[in-house]
Protein backbone atom coordinates (compact mmCIF):
# COMPACT_ATOMS: atom_id res chain seq x y z
CA UNK A 1 0.00 0.00 0.00
CA UNK A 2 1.33 3.84 -0.62
CA UNK A 3 2.84 5.39 2.35
CA UNK A 4 0.69 8.69 1.68
CA UNK A 5 -2.63 6.96 0.95
CA UNK A 6 -5.14 8.45 3.87
CA UNK A 7 -6.64 4.94 4.72
CA UNK A 8 -4.18 1.77 6.58
CA UNK A 9 -4.16 -1.11 6.81
CA UNK A 10 -3.82 -2.48 10.37
CA UNK A 11 -1.70 -5.77 10.38
CA UNK A 12 -3.32 -8.89 9.95
CA UNK A 13 -6.97 -7.35 9.03
CA UNK A 14 -8.17 -6.72 5.34
CA UNK A 15 -10.58 -4.08 6.53
CA UNK A 16 -9.70 -0.28 5.18
CA UNK A 17 -10.25 2.07 8.37
CA UNK A 18 -10.32 5.75 9.04
CA UNK A 19 -7.53 7.33 10.79
CA UNK A 20 -10.09 9.36 12.77
CA UNK A 21 -13.10 7.67 14.36
CA UNK A 22 -14.76 10.85 15.92
CA UNK A 23 -17.91 11.37 13.31
CA UNK A 24 -21.34 10.43 13.65
CA UNK A 25 -22.83 7.58 12.11
CA UNK A 26 -26.26 7.62 10.37
CA UNK A 27 -28.07 6.54 12.98
CA UNK A 28 -27.31 8.64 15.30
CA UNK A 29 -28.34 11.22 13.41
CA UNK A 30 -31.79 9.82 12.64
CA UNK A 31 -31.92 8.92 16.55
CA UNK A 32 -31.38 12.78 17.29
CA UNK A 33 -34.16 13.57 14.20
CA UNK A 34 -36.07 11.76 16.35
CA UNK A 35 -35.77 12.64 19.64
CA UNK A 36 -36.04 16.14 18.11
CA UNK A 37 -39.33 15.70 16.22
CA UNK A 38 -40.98 14.08 19.10
CA UNK A 39 -40.36 17.35 21.39
CA UNK A 40 -41.33 19.91 18.90
CA UNK A 41 -44.78 17.66 18.27
CA UNK A 42 -44.94 17.44 22.32
CA UNK A 43 -44.82 21.21 22.24
CA UNK A 44 -46.48 22.39 19.19
CA UNK A 45 -50.07 21.61 21.06
CA UNK A 46 -48.90 24.77 23.29
CA UNK A 47 -48.90 26.72 20.57
CA UNK A 48 -52.22 25.12 18.86
CA UNK A 49 -54.12 25.20 22.35
CA UNK A 50 -53.69 28.92 23.22
CA UNK A 51 -54.59 30.40 19.19
CA UNK A 52 -57.88 28.30 19.92
CA UNK A 53 -58.55 29.72 23.39
CA UNK A 54 -57.87 33.42 21.62
CA UNK A 55 -59.99 32.54 18.86
CA UNK A 56 -63.27 31.86 21.07
CA UNK A 57 -62.74 34.56 23.30
CA UNK A 58 -62.72 37.04 20.33
CA UNK A 59 -66.22 35.73 19.12
CA UNK A 60 -67.37 35.82 22.81
CA UNK A 61 -66.10 39.36 22.83
CA UNK A 62 -67.81 39.91 19.48
CA UNK A 63 -71.13 38.16 20.96
CA UNK A 64 -71.14 40.39 23.80
CA UNK A 65 -70.42 44.13 22.04
CA UNK A 66 -73.77 42.84 19.86
CA UNK A 67 -75.74 42.31 22.31
CA UNK A 68 -74.81 45.32 24.33
CA UNK A 69 -75.78 47.21 20.88
CA UNK A 70 -78.71 45.10 20.52
CA UNK A 71 -79.85 46.12 24.22
CA UNK A 72 -79.36 50.05 24.51
CA UNK A 73 -80.79 50.71 21.10
CA UNK A 74 -83.90 49.42 22.63
CA UNK A 75 -83.38 51.44 25.94
CA UNK A 76 -82.45 54.43 23.58
CA UNK A 77 -86.23 53.96 21.95
CA UNK A 78 -87.76 54.99 25.24
CA UNK A 79 -90.40 53.04 27.68
CA UNK A 80 -93.87 53.48 25.80
CA UNK A 81 -91.88 52.40 22.05
CA UNK A 82 -90.44 49.15 24.05
CA UNK A 83 -93.29 46.76 22.66
CA UNK A 84 -92.99 43.47 22.00
CA UNK A 85 -93.58 44.07 18.05
CA UNK A 86 -89.67 44.47 18.93
CA UNK A 87 -89.35 40.32 19.40
CA UNK A 88 -86.95 38.92 16.53
CA UNK A 89 -86.20 35.45 16.52
CA UNK A 90 -82.59 33.40 14.59
CA UNK A 91 -81.61 37.17 13.19
CA UNK A 92 -78.93 36.70 11.19
CA UNK A 93 -75.47 38.32 13.07
CA UNK A 94 -72.16 38.81 12.14
CA UNK A 95 -69.27 37.54 14.44
CA UNK A 96 -66.10 38.32 12.39
CA UNK A 97 -65.49 35.67 10.54
CA UNK A 98 -68.68 33.48 11.47
CA UNK A 99 -72.24 34.04 11.46
CA UNK A 100 -74.47 34.18 15.07
CA UNK A 101 -78.27 34.48 15.77
CA UNK A 102 -79.63 36.88 17.28
CA UNK A 103 -83.19 36.07 19.39
CA UNK A 104 -84.68 39.53 21.25
CA UNK A 105 -87.92 39.03 23.62
CA UNK A 106 -89.71 41.69 25.25
CA UNK A 107 -91.56 40.50 28.27
CA UNK A 108 -94.54 43.05 29.52
CA UNK A 109 -95.61 42.60 33.32
CA UNK A 110 -98.22 44.00 35.46
CA UNK A 111 -97.50 44.11 39.41
CA UNK A 112 -99.69 43.53 41.40
CA UNK A 113 -98.06 44.91 44.12
CA UNK A 114 -98.33 48.63 43.08
CA UNK A 115 -101.15 48.95 44.64
CA UNK A 116 -102.80 49.59 41.07
CA UNK A 117 -104.13 45.89 41.16
CA UNK A 118 -104.14 43.59 38.39
CA UNK A 119 -106.94 44.66 35.74
CA UNK A 120 -107.11 40.95 34.76
CA UNK A 121 -106.57 41.07 31.15
CA UNK A 122 -103.24 40.56 29.47
CA UNK A 123 -101.38 43.46 28.79
CA UNK A 124 -102.17 45.58 25.98
CA UNK A 125 -105.89 44.56 26.09
CA UNK A 126 -108.35 46.99 26.90
CA UNK A 127 -111.15 45.97 30.19
CA UNK A 128 -114.11 46.56 29.47
CA UNK A 129 -117.68 46.76 31.98
CA UNK A 130 -120.40 45.05 30.22
CA UNK A 131 -123.70 44.56 31.84
CA UNK A 132 -122.47 43.93 35.87
CA UNK A 133 -119.44 41.91 34.39
CA UNK A 134 -116.06 42.51 33.38
CA UNK A 135 -114.46 41.16 29.96
CA UNK A 136 -111.31 41.55 28.17
CA UNK A 137 -111.09 43.73 24.72
CA UNK A 138 -108.63 43.68 21.69
CA UNK A 139 -108.82 47.32 20.28
CA UNK A 140 -110.61 46.01 17.16
CA UNK A 141 -113.78 45.31 19.11
CA UNK A 142 -113.54 48.18 22.16
CA UNK A 143 -115.34 50.60 19.53
CA UNK A 144 -118.22 48.88 19.51
CA UNK A 145 -118.34 48.51 23.72
CA UNK A 146 -117.84 52.24 23.55
CA UNK A 147 -120.77 52.72 21.24
CA UNK A 148 -122.96 50.93 23.90
CA UNK A 149 -121.78 53.13 26.81
CA UNK A 150 -119.60 50.60 28.40
CA UNK A 151 -117.03 52.04 30.80
CA UNK A 152 -112.94 51.18 30.11
CA UNK A 153 -109.92 50.97 31.62
CA UNK A 154 -106.11 49.73 29.90
CA UNK A 155 -104.11 47.36 31.44
CA UNK A 156 -100.97 48.70 30.91
CA UNK A 157 -97.35 47.37 32.02
CA UNK A 158 -95.53 48.77 35.22
CA UNK A 159 -92.42 47.01 33.69
CA UNK A 160 -90.80 45.37 31.09
CA UNK A 161 -87.93 42.78 30.45
CA UNK A 162 -85.69 42.72 27.54
CA UNK A 163 -83.99 39.81 26.81
CA UNK A 164 -81.12 39.84 23.64
CA UNK A 165 -79.16 36.29 23.16
CA UNK A 166 -76.72 35.70 20.66
CA UNK A 167 -75.57 32.14 19.74
CA UNK A 168 -72.98 30.98 17.29
CA UNK A 169 -71.29 27.20 16.80
CA UNK A 170 -67.55 27.38 15.91
CA UNK A 171 -67.34 23.66 16.88
CA UNK A 172 -68.95 24.09 19.95
CA UNK A 173 -72.21 25.42 20.48
CA UNK A 174 -71.80 28.88 21.78
CA UNK A 175 -73.94 31.72 23.46
CA UNK A 176 -74.12 34.59 25.69
CA UNK A 177 -77.45 36.78 27.11
CA UNK A 178 -78.63 39.72 28.34
CA UNK A 179 -81.41 40.61 30.30
CA UNK A 180 -82.53 44.27 32.08
CA UNK A 181 -85.66 45.22 33.41
CA UNK A 182 -87.24 49.02 31.99
CA UNK A 183 -89.96 50.98 34.07
CA UNK A 184 -91.69 54.18 33.10
CA UNK A 185 -90.99 55.20 37.02
CA UNK A 186 -93.69 58.61 35.96
CA UNK A 187 -96.30 56.40 36.23
Excluded at 104 to 120: K, R, S, V
Excluded at 139 to 148: C, D, K, Y
Aim: one cysteine or more.
Amino acid sequence: MDHNSRFKQKAGEDVLSLPNQDGTTLVEVMVGMLVFLVIMLGGLQYFALPQNIIVRQKLKRLAVSVAQQKMESIIALGYNQITTALNESATVVSLGSINGTRNTTITEFDDLANGQGDCGCPVGQTAVIHGGGMLCSDAASLATHLAHGDLYFMCEADYKSIDVEISWNDGNNQKVSFTTMVSDIAN
